[in-house]
Structure formats: structure tokens, C-alpha cells
């Protein structure tokens, strides 16, 4: 049984998600944006979401994509909800023991605002592909539509390889380039645009699955497309209030090549059981400390000094909150999951079958 050692990969990416929120929280003059840490991390995110769930359709789902889509809901939305619900009580705290603090740079309206029933129900959907965001009380929302959008097209793509197997992957791959095409000819909403980013994930596993030479020259195109969109178009606007020199477009792009080449790495290294064990433990806190950090920010940059201290104490309560919500949520939907997928994940493989384990 061969395991892909993305764990601790995935919660540093997470943190680099944190370290760009963090500026408010730190000394005047503190712009930890420059960097970019959090948009390049989240565009990384896409990247191996597109090996991980693309390996998870092929070894658990086929011919089941309503299976599929039923164990990426669990996955993606009680955890929403509960950042959502956390948020929200910290932004009450906020609005009642700190009175015209907000709107600021964590929280976009106003207290009136956040909380107008309006406002409200945008939120609680705001994961669905096709909403549009408004005084978002978990900013990252955009994110996880784009995630979802990927997973709507791999279920797609699934009940198709059932009928046709294949046409499956190809019109998945022309479905792609026709949506990044629609982004380009401004045709389409700006989430198109993370369409290079799944493509990229999605031939790197069949390339490192198949070890095929023309696999690889299709993930060097894609590396290339995926590094011209990141530095063109996604990180500039993410940050169309300001300019970026060419030392930090360079910084952008070495940090961006490297986390996008990670995964092809490490795709390749065997860990010992030991080890397996503690880069799963660790790879578990990803998605939930990527959520849960905003209420810790918002609450920090209240009620804390602004101060290097209070920068670090933050990426150690968010972590510290990552792991309750992991303990508390995640390992009673972990059993659900596995009766949803047909086995669990850290079961062995049939008799003559070669398993990876997808870290999702």
C-alpha cells in the first residue's frame, strides 16, 4: 500500500493562507501581503485538489458519481457552516464590546450590514457555484465555489466514463479549455479562470499513475499556462489595489513553481508507517484551519495589542482551533464518508490491486 505524503504539504498551505491575513494583527507598517503567500497557496490548492480528487474518482467512484458528489458535500459543507457560525459570533463580540471598530480589513460591513437577513442568506450559500459574494463573514467562501464547480465537472465526468469510457477524460479536458476560453474572451464569471489550475492536478495524476512521457509534456504546457495565469491575471487581481515590483513578481513566481511542483515530488516518496501516521494527522488540520482562521483574526485584531506576539499567537490558535474542529466534527463524518465510499481509506486494497491513499 503506497501513500501519497501530501499532508503536512496541504496545512502548510493552509498556514500560508493565514500568513497573509495576519497584518492586522501585527505592528503598524506590518504588510505581510506583498507576498502573496495566501493567493499562491490557494491556486496550489486547486492544482492538487485536481490530482487528489481526480485519483479518488478513479479508485472509489466509478460508475458512483452520486456517491461522489455526496462525500464531497460532507466534506465541504459542515465545516463551512461551523466557520460560518464561529464567525459570526466573533463578529458579535466584536460589534458589542468594540463599538465602531468595524467595518476594518477582516470584516468588510458594518454590524448593521453583516447582520441584515439579506446579508445572512448570502452567506449560508455562498459555497454554491453561481452566488456572489457580499459582506462575507468567511472572506475564503469564493474558494471553496471554485472547489465545487471542479467537483460538479468531475461528476460529470464519472457518470460519462460509465456510458463512455473513453470519451470521459477528454470532454472533461475540452470542457476545461472552453470555460478558461469564455474567462479570456470575458465571457465567463472570474472563477473560470482557476480552470488551468484543476487541468494541471488532474494530468499530473495520470502522468505520475501511467509514468507516460506525453502525460508529462501535456503537465509542462499546463505548468506554463498555470504560472502566465497566476502571475497575469490571479494574483493581480487579487490585489488590484496595488502594484507589485519585479523583485516580488519574482518572488511570486518562485513560490508559485515550487508548490506547484511539490506534489509531483512527492507523489514519489515513501514514507515509514510511523510517519504516515503523523503526516495524516497533520494533513487533517488543513481544510479546517484554512475555515476556522478568521474568527481567530477577527477576535485578535479586537482585543490584542498589535504586535509580533499577537501575529504568532494567532497561527497558534488557529491551529489549536483546526484541531478541535477536526476532532469534534471531522471524525464522525470520517465514518460517514467511508459507508458513503464503500471502505475506508486506510483499509487495504483487493488482492492484486495497487492502492495509493488519496490524503482528502
Known amino acids: 500500500m503506497i501513500y501519497r505524503p501530501f499532508g503536512a504539504f496541504?496545512?502548510?498551505?493552509a498556514l500560508l493562507v493565514v500568513a497573509q491575513h495576519v497584518g492586522p494583527l501585527g505592528p503598524a507598517g506590518m504588510d505581510w501581503t506583498v507576498w502573496a503567500t495566501g493567493s499562491t497557496a490557494v491556486l496550489a490548492f486547486f492544482a492538487l485538489s485536481g490530482f487528489v480528487i481526480t485519483e479518488a474518482a478513479e479508485r472509489f467512484y466509478q460508475a458512483r458519481p452520486g456517491a461522489f458528489a455526496v462525500n464531497r458535500g460532507i466534506?465541504?459543507?459542515p465545516q463551512y457552516l461551523l466557520a460560518l457560525a464561529?464567525?459570526?459570533a466573533s463578529v458579535a463580540l466584536v460589534a458589542r464590546y468594540r463599538p465602531g471598530f468595524l467595518p476594518n480589513e477582516l470584516v468588510t460591513g458594518s454590524p448593521t450590514q453583516m447582520f441584515a437577513p439579506g446579508n445572512l442568506a448570502t452567506n449560508l450559500i455562498a459555497i454554491l457555484p453561481g452566488t456572489?459574494?457580499?459582506?462575507?463573514?468567511?472572506p475564503y467562501a469564493w474558494a471553496l465555489r471554485a472547489e465545487i464547480a471542479?467537483?460538479?465537472?468531475?461528476?460529470?465526468?464519472?457518470?460519462l466514463a460509465s456510458h463512455m469510457r473513453s470519451a470521459a477524460y477528454p470532454t472533461l479536458a475540452c470542457?476545461?479549455?472552453?470555460?478558461?476560453a469564455a474567462f479570456l474572451a470575458g465571457k465567463g464569471p472570474g472563477l473560470f479562470q482557476f480552470a488551468p489550475f484543476f487541468a494541471y492536478g488532474i494530468a499530473a495524476y495520470f502522468a505520475t499513475a501511467r509514468r507516460s512521457l506525453g502525460l508529462y509534456a501535456v503537465v509542462a504546457g499546463l505548468f506554463g499556462l498555470c504560472l502566465w495565469t497566476a502571475l497575469r491575471i490571479s494574483i493581480p487581481s487579487?490585489?488590484?489595489?496595488?502594484a507589485y515590483s519585479a523583485a516580488e513578481s519574482v518572488t511570486h513566481a518562485a513560490l508559485f513553481s515550487a508548490l506547484l511542483l511539490a506534489p509531483l515530488v512527492l507523489s514519489r516518496v515513501e514514507l515509514p508507517d510511523h510517519w504516515r501516521r503523523v503526516d495524516r494527522r497533520i494533513g487533517d488540520l488543513s481544510y479546517p484551519v484554512y475555515l476556522q482562521q478568521i474568527a481567530v483574526l477577527v477576535l485578535f485584531s479586537a482585543f490584542l495589542p498589535h504586535a509580533y506576539w499577537a501575529v504568532?499567537?494567532?497561527f497558534v490558535a488557529a491551529l489549536a482551533l483546526g484541531f478541535l474542529s477536526d476532532r469534534v466534527l471531522e471524525r464522525a463524518l470520517r465514518k460517514l464518508r467511508d459507508r458513503v465510499r464503500g471502505r475506508r481509506l486506510e483499509a487495504p486494497a483487493p488482492a492484486g490491486r495497487a492502492w495509493r491513499r488519496p490524503p482528502i
Open 10 to 13: 496541504r496545512t502548510l498551505l
Open 150 to 159: 471542479f467537483y460538479v465537472l468531475l461528476a460529470g465526468t464519472i457518470w
Open 75 to 77: 466534506r465541504i459543507v
Open 238 to 242: 487579487a490585489f488590484a489595489w496595488r
Open 312 to 314: 504568532a499567537a494567532a
Open 132 to 138: 456572489q459574494d457580499g459582506h462575507m463573514f468567511v
Open 175 to 180: 470542457a476545461g479549455a472552453a470555460i478558461f
Open 86 to 88: 464561529l464567525s459570526v
